[in-house]
């Protein structure tokens, strides 16, 4: 099995892949939601998620031409932008959020590009981040952000895709740190009627490669779809699903809903 390295001059996990491989290790399912920084609201939208039992939170930091996402977290995207949101101004409010989870920020590499890899690295430093996921940053040209990121024990989470050959898998779990993302299926985020019979497919070929957690996303729609997924996964995450209550219902439906997911993969 590919077992995560720890980071250079250290003897442990980063603070996500530790928390994450100790719930693991004590038998709980991890719950991963996103929630798109800078949209109004999305403090309390990511207090509430923490407050009803979620195990760390993805903030997506939002760009204009997302080319993962689908129409709920584009609309998010799109708003948080109208409303002047930039990743300076998403790190600056996360500094204050005071939360007991780990932190990620989901971005695309041309906001890392832009910012540099080692200055970004220390934006999420100093923001209270701990992991990144860039996802459309393949493993072959990662290794610059990924040095830097190291340097700085900012995790950087890999995804694996359901049409990745099953020699791929290893390298890619070899340099994940935090956790493996196991792409549900092929194409962008959103909510489907039933979980892609890719999604626990790609999840079993991880889990027997690697000690790494692995964790499900995309088109992971709801609860039931939840519960699916971590009879084979460690966890989820959940965007789409949990953005669309963020536009229509505000924090409290987000609460509301990952209390909802916890309970499905608790049971």
Avoid at 5 to 12: D, K
Avoid at 81 to 103: C, E, H, K, N, Y
């Amino acid at each position: 099995m590919s077992q995560t390295p720890a980071a250079p001059g250290s003897t442990a996990y980063g603070r996500m892949e530790q928390s994450f491989r100790d719930k693991r290790a004590a038998g709980r399912k991890l719950l991963v939601p996103y929630i798109t920084g800078g949209l109004p609201g999305w403090e309390d939208a990511l207090r509430a998620a923490v407050a009803a039992g979620a195990d760390a939170i993805e903030i997506g930091i939002p760009f204009s031409d997302p080319v993962m996402d689908g129409p709920v977290i584009q609309e998010a995207s799109q708003r948080a932008l109208d409303a002047g949101a930039t990743p300076v101004s998403i790190f600056d409010q996360a500094r204050s959020l005071d939360v007991d989870v780990p932190l990620a920020v989901m971005c695309y590499y041309n906001t890392v590009h832009h910012a540099g890899h080692h200055r970004f690295a220390e934006q999420l430093v100093a923001a209270g981040v701990c992991a990144a996921i860039v996802p459309d940053l393949p493993l072959e040209e990662s290794g610059p952000w990924c040095e830097a990121a190291d340097a700085s024990s900012i995790e950087t989470v890999m995804l694996a895709a359901p049409t990745a050959p099953d020699d791929r898998l290893p390298r890619v779990c070899a340099r994940a740190r935090g956790f493996v993302y196991s792409v549900g299926l092929l194409g962008v985020t959103g909510e489907r009627s039933a979980l892609a019979a890719t999604a626990t497919a790609l999840a079993t070929r991880l889990k027997a490669v690697t000690d790494v957690p692995v964790l499900v996303g995309v088109g992971v729609s709801n609860a039931a779809q939840a519960r699916e997924a971590v009879q084979v996964a460690d966890g989820v995450v959940q965007g789409a699903s949990v953005v669309r209550r963020l536009l229509e219902g505000g924090a409290e439906a987000v609460g509301e809903y990952i209390a909802e997911v916890r309970a499905a993969i608790d049971d």
